[in-house]
């Protein structure tokens, strides 16, 4: 029976799963290769950090998690496909309440993301906020 998110440890797994899912995606998996090139190792640890202090109110992370993806060409069906694989890896390692909180903040991580590349590329002499 699978159990839900509740440790560091969980979190490195779904983070490990995913990015191995990822890293293997024909859409994304490029983009991802370009940006993180070598540094894989410190891309998950940084991950690591972002959702534990997202979803175990551990707060690990600091930084600006929107600044670093207004580079790259991204566009709806890249996010499409990042929340799709992400919870597909949610669902097959996890259930209960944080892996739907998970998912949700996915979601809602997704749009504000879409939204905000959106507008920075039609107001390219706007800069974000860090």
Do not use: C
Not at 7 to 26: E, G, H, N, W
Not at 92 to 116: C, D, N, P, S, V
């Amino acid at each position: 029976m699978k159990q839900d998110i509740q440790t560091i440890a969980d979190i490195k797994i779904l983070v490990d799963q995913f990015y191995t899912t990822v890293r293997a995606d024909s859409l994304i998996g490029p983009i991802f290769r370009e940006r993180i090139q070598d540094n894989w190792s410190v891309h998950l640890e940084k991950m690591y950090r972002f959702w534990q202090t997202i979803l175990l109110d551990e707060h690990t992370y600091f930084g600006s998690p929107f600044p670093p993806h207004i580079p790259l060409a991204i566009e709806a069906k890249h996010f499409d496909q990042w929340l799709l694989l992400f919870e597909a890896t949610v669902d097959r390692l996890y259930k209960g309440e944080k892996a739907e909180e998970a998912k949700w903040r996915a979601q809602k991580m997704a749009q504000m993301f879409q939204f905000k590349k959106e507008y920075f590329n039609a107001n390219p002499k706007k800069k974000p906020l860090i």
